[in-house]
């Protein structure tokens, strides 16, 4: 595209929006241009911001029609550079942000319909004042946008017991690389009428189309939820516990979070407001939350019975049940700052593995050893949702080193311990992140190439012209 | 494919599979050769019989190398004739019945995997013996096969709870058009890593390659299980008290399905033995289940304050709860022999519809009315599961009337009304039976065509050939 080209493009695009959204100015682009965790920095042609669907097949034709590249990005808060043009100024960042209207909400129908661009936080909050639960819930769900968590299939640390986003998507309004509206906003429970389109998008990261709007499922808000604090001496107590929980409360298990007591040490050290309310004289603290129909007072007593059972067949160390619910906000919060602790702390590398529960403690140990051992000092930071096999294995620079240097020297090797270790174990190298830019060489060394040729296969016939979100998922 | 080209693949499968395990004469083929319903009669040119995976892959490049196109089969209980070769003589129908090992089982992980070939009760049999509960469960489970209930996202009286086949999988095996081998056969709960072709694979019918083995995910086995029956004067009525036992019961309640009077009168005409635990002074009836964690006596006391109240207010006309696991077993039977005393009664006209729970009275109704104006005398057998908005709204010949003739005379008129209907409701034409043969025109008058596009392009990509089940879900 000469610069001629380009203008036409662009007075075609303000032609179709209006000029105000249509940001092309270098300090306008800039908060667009850059991943949350600043690890991207791409270079978007322009911004465009369509203000409802019609607007976005219209734009995508007009981008089909020039040939420009189109990289859709809602609330900017995905973790493996999805949402970030490349640095060729050839880009097109298609800005979903405008769309945020909740169009629909049927308690009857246990159904809200969003727009793409809609918060997580609006949408729980819709549920709230409706009577009801939706309950897809992660630390950026103040910014993450509904287009994005179905994009990547966000999980959170509700999965265990409500599924991950996919599971909470009944239908999915798409445009199509051609430019066209699949109206699939279905309410239905059941539908088995051809091949499952919405859970190809879910997950695609806008590389087969832009989700525009999804209808979503709620649920009855549970009568009582409990939550605590349990120590335990080794990572396998963990998991044992967690069958036994499982056994015991079923359904009513809705959180299970594992945290290395060095986690919670550096949420102390950069939050030392927020207290612990248990010494921690163990090297794991697991996290429970029980959701319970009936009341308070059995949520309590079925979640002391469980605590109480596990600490006589010294499973647990110790155990506090939070009596109010400020105490129970305070338990969450510890849980929820540790990316933001980790962050005070320096860079460091991350991981996002998922390794089947049979598994998990013999991948703990064997790998802190593996990683230790190739980087003597490195510090492991390990939480996670341990009730869906899936731990944020991250490794943070030796105390006092230079973590920006360590991240540059040792990330490559670092990440492939860690990989290769899950890997070995059944296990997955992106649980919940997706594969964004950050993960494209990992999906060829872990996946099958019979699956890799299979999603190549899709993705040329559903955007033959290689326009929607390029060198994201599948390397070109 | 001349006879002499016929011969010679003929003879290369037997020296593949060995002779014994491919059937060409005419009285072998016939078990294969029609659907359960006796509604389709197809000619396959021969049945294999494969082993195991590889020599699947094996079988698969041998069709392809002589452009034989390949019906899969299972337990052959499907509904829509997805299973049965066309009346030509040249498909190859497979069976997947010799592959019914249970290759696997993890109670710490909740994962089982077994072959495409392994019977849904031996699924659920092994579940139990582990102490588990595979929760998928319908009328055909002594018969269908797991490649066949996946293929089709088969549905039940669990999905409630459970969710469809769908979402009891963790992974797929699957051999590609092409002859290759994709091992997806996953224990994760969460992997994000590129796009979702599990579920791309489910409910395809077995038109885009052929799933050979599963992984499936396992629950604990709830404490007790308590079933009622309750009497409800008005569709709006049992739609009522299925949300209020949903608020009060959360994912306590695993079964929630309505029955007409009339379907229930159809059973004790044709299965007297089997007792109604209730007079049936009301023109609907649900049946009810909870599941609880607790133990039997909470079951009972959870069960009777929900039925309690709604009679209270008037909801529920008369009420039983099962006092003994023989009770409970006998109203199920009831709801489970429903389908066998219309075929007693004779041939009839069958939908598996699916409605939003809000629009759910307001369809029965109007339906009726339309259906009775177009076809006056005709019967209704309404049943199905009210709690995931699925209904099979049945329509038998007028009393005395000869079925045989009402069925082809009216079949298709009666069907645009159902179906209609259906949809005006932002419904679904097949709600868990799939589109196989049957319903080929409908999923083209009903689907958006955006959609039919977007799945005709995903077919030519994975199948260029066009030999995997042709003819089935997309019209060639």
């Known amino acids: 595209m000469n610069k001629a ?66 990289v859709p990005q809602g609330g900017n808060t995905g973790l493996v550079g999805g949402a970030t043009t490349d640095a060729s100024g050839t880009e097109l960042l298609l800005s979903l942000r405008r769309m945020n209207r909740i169009r629909d909400l049927s308690t009857a129908d246990g159904v809200l319909v969003a727009e793409a661009g809609c918060v997580l936080a ?4 819709a549920a709230d004042g409706a009577g009801m639960l939706f309950p897809l819930s992660l630390a950026a769900e103040g910014s993450a946008t509904v287009g994005g968590v179905l994009s990547t299939n ?43 389109l919405r859970d190809l998008f879910i997950g695609a990261e806008g590389t087969l189309g832009l989700i525009t709007a999804a209808s979503l499922q709620l649920f009855a808000r549970p009568a009582a939820r409990r939550t605590a604090m349990a120590l335990v001496a080794h990572a396998q107590d ?105 962050a005070q702390e ?12 049979s598994r998990m403690a013999a991948f703990v140990e064997s790998t802190a050893e593996l990683v230790t051992q190739a980087l003597p000092g490195a510090r492991l930071v390990v939480f996670g949702h341990l009730g869906d096999g899936n731990l944020h294995y991250n490794v943070q620079a030796p105390l006092g080193g230079d973590a920006a240097d360590f991240l540059a020297r040792h990330q490559d090797a670092c990440n492939r311990i860690v ?24 999906l060829l060394r872990y996946k099958s190439p019979v699956a890799v ?21 599948l390397r070109p």
Chains 1, 2 share one sequence.
């Open 346 to 357: 320096g860079l460091n590398i991350k991981h996002d593995i998922a390794v089947p529960i």
């Open 419 to 442: 990989h290769d270790a899950a890997a070995a174990c059944g296990g997955s190298f992106s649980a919940e992140h997706g594969v964004g830019q950050l993960k494209l060489d990992d």
């Open 154 to 196: 966000a999980g959170g640390t509700a999965v265990l017991r409500y599924g991950n986003a996919r599971s909470l998507c009944l239908g999915l309004e798409v445009v199509t690389p051609q430019g066209q509206i699949w109206n699939g906003l279905s309410a239905l429970r059941k539908d088995n009428t051809g091949y499952d």
């Open 238 to 342: 963990a998991v044992d516990l967690l069958q036994q929980a499982r056994g015991a409360l079923g359904a009513g298990l809705t959180g299970f979070e594992l945290m290395s007591a060095h986690s919670l040490q550096l949420v102390q050290r950069h939050f030392p407001r927020l207290r612990l309310p248990l010494e921690l004289s163990s090297p794991w603290c697991v996290l429970l939350e029980l959701s319970d129909n009936e009341g308070e007072a059995h949520a309590q007593a079925r979640l002391e019975a469980v605590l109480g059972l596990a600490m006589e067949q010294g499973r647990v160390v110790d155990a506090a049940v939070a009596q109010t619910l400020a105490q129970a906000q305070a338990m969450w919060a510890l849980r929820e700052h540790i990316p933001l602790a980790q």
């Open 122 to 125: 609006a949408v729980q909050q």
């Open 453 to 473: 040729a299979m999603m190549r296969a899709i993705k040329a016939a559903l955007d033959p012209q290689g326009l929607m979100n390029p060198g994201k998922v």
């Open 5 to 70: 080209e380009r203008i036409r493009f662009l007075d075609a695009l303000r032609a179709l929006l209006g000029a105000s959204h249509v940001l092309s100015e270098a300090h306008d682009l800039a908060p667009y241009a850059t991943d949350w965790r600043k690890r991207y920095h791409g270079k978007p042609m322009a911004v465009a911001m369509p203000g409802d669907t019609a607007q976005v097949a219209e734009v995508v034709q007009l981008c089909a029609t020039h040939r420009v590249p189109i």
